[in-house]
């Protein structure tokens, strides 16, 4: 049953071959089992999800169950569900019981969806190994010594490990795609406004987007499907017309399933810095893709190169606004001790944020600060610009834009932990995209001494359902997101 797809599962489910009840309780009992080795999940609370379950049932059993009704999928301890602890990852609201639902968790409330537990993450999204959590680091369960990637690392590795069968994500700089990297998974960071952010809490607004974790591209598509949709409640949050994500899947393959696609392959994503081992099996998936009847032409981003510094300028000044309010006064920690107003406001922080936290909270400080808004700040955001016109140029030329997903295979923990810099250069490929507010997409496309590589997808504005049947293509030809690692199934 782990190994079943969402589509299967509803099957199963619709057939009275297992109930929702039972799923559930499964993957309860295996999160039992095998978390501890893990740490993927920060909260699970068995009554809650059961009496979702038996929910569930009643709807399938009345025929007005959808294609997610009864199904078991794990949220990012990000978004703020109802009587649930949602901390963030963070000291800082680890007492922090959500009064309300996200509107991505009301969402798959309303599909019928069971919500199985809160997923570990880097400490506010802020990381690219999960490593700074303040309930430790996850592992990845294919080599437990090494890192699944980050933000959204409890959510990948719960996947990867059969402790859930999708999750949710949020990718702020990489942070869906490069876990789904490192893990062998899909993941799929949507066109900016597609999903709601209302409920999630801020990392940098203008980047951040949630999306889906799952272990193919027709279990994202059938995710997206739940997830998105315009909320007046985001003002970032676009008013267009609903879509079928899945709809490109559907349609016959025929005998070259993408004639007529255009790849782009962007020099700078193919020159140094990405290791051997892993350029091999991007260029594996290239002549995978040409056999599918793909065309692929040569493409420029000038200036990607200059997106890491760009990004960790507006991220981290937009971190340092939007982690203002976390001040101790209207919930979450508060320092124990204090003599005035000031005092409970720098014990509370100091104690309650971790160092990557405070790390970025300073930068952001600095750059946004007089006298030097107009050299870092403002300058980033014209670089901003640049980049999403070079995407655009390119796209004048393809349909798609390919390349990895991560310059490495999972390092080990702790390996570039003292290296801020070398962790933020983790990132480099899927940067840039966040910055242009482009979806893009992991799929995996090989495994390099035993460790997964992702292949990244990058299409331009609202083209997912296109991004998704082309993942979908190669994926039914290289089957590679089929493996699971030994010790879990």
Known sequence: MIERS???????????????????????????????????????????????????????????????????????D??????????????????????????????????GAVLLGKTNMDEFAMGSSNETSFYGPVRNPWRLDCVPGGSSGGSA????????PAATGTDTGGSIRQPAALCNLTGLKPTYGVVSRWGMIAFASSLDQAGPLARSATDCAALLNAMAGFDERDSTSLDRPGEDYARDIAAPAGAKPLAGLRIGLPKEFFGEGCRPEVMRLIDAAIAGYRELGATTVAVDLP???LSVAAYYVIASAEASSNLARFDGVR????????????????RSRAQGFGAEVKRR???????????YYDAYYLQAQRIRRLIAGDFAEAFRHCDVIL???????????????????????????????????????????????????????????????????????????????????????
């Open 361 to 371: 909270i300073l930068v952001g400080t600095y750059v946004l600060s007089h006298g």
């Open 331 to 346: 919930y979450g920690y508060r320092a124990p001790e204090y003599r005035d107003l000031n005092e409970m406001y720098g």
């Open 157 to 164: 590795a719960a996947v990867a490990a059969r402790l859930c």
């Open 6 to 76: 969402l589509h299967e599962l509803a099957r199963a489910l619709a057939s009275k071959e297992i109930s929702s009840v039972e799923l559930t309780q499964l993957y309860l009992d295996r999160i039992a089992s095998h978390d501890p080795q893990l740490n993927a999940y920060i909260s699970v609370d068995p009554e809650r999800s059961l009496a979702q379950a038996r929910q569930a049932d009643a709807r399938l059993a009345k025929g007005e169950g959808g294609p997610l009704t009864g199904i078991p999928i794990a949220q990012k």
């Open 78 to 111: 990000i978004f703020c569900a109802k009587d649930w602890l949602t901390s963030c990852g963070s000291k800082m609201l680890s007492n922090f019981i959500s009064p309300y639902d996200a509107t991505v968790i009301r969402r798959f409330a309303e599909a």
């Open 403 to 489: 390349g990895p997903t991560s310059p490495t295979t999972a390092f080990r923990l702790g390996e570039k932990a003292s290296d801020p810099v070398q962790m933020y250069l983790s990132d480099i490929y899927t940067i840039a995209v966040n910055l242009a507010g482009l979806p893009g997409m992991s799929i995996p496309c090989g495994f390099a001494d035993g460790l997964p590589v992702g292949l990244q997808l990058i299409g331009d504005y609202f083209t997912e359902a296109r991004l998704l049947n082309v993942a979908h293509r190669y994926q039914h030809a290289n089957p590679w997101h089929r493996q699971a690692p030994t010790g879990f199934v």
């Open 303 to 305: 200036n990607m190169k």
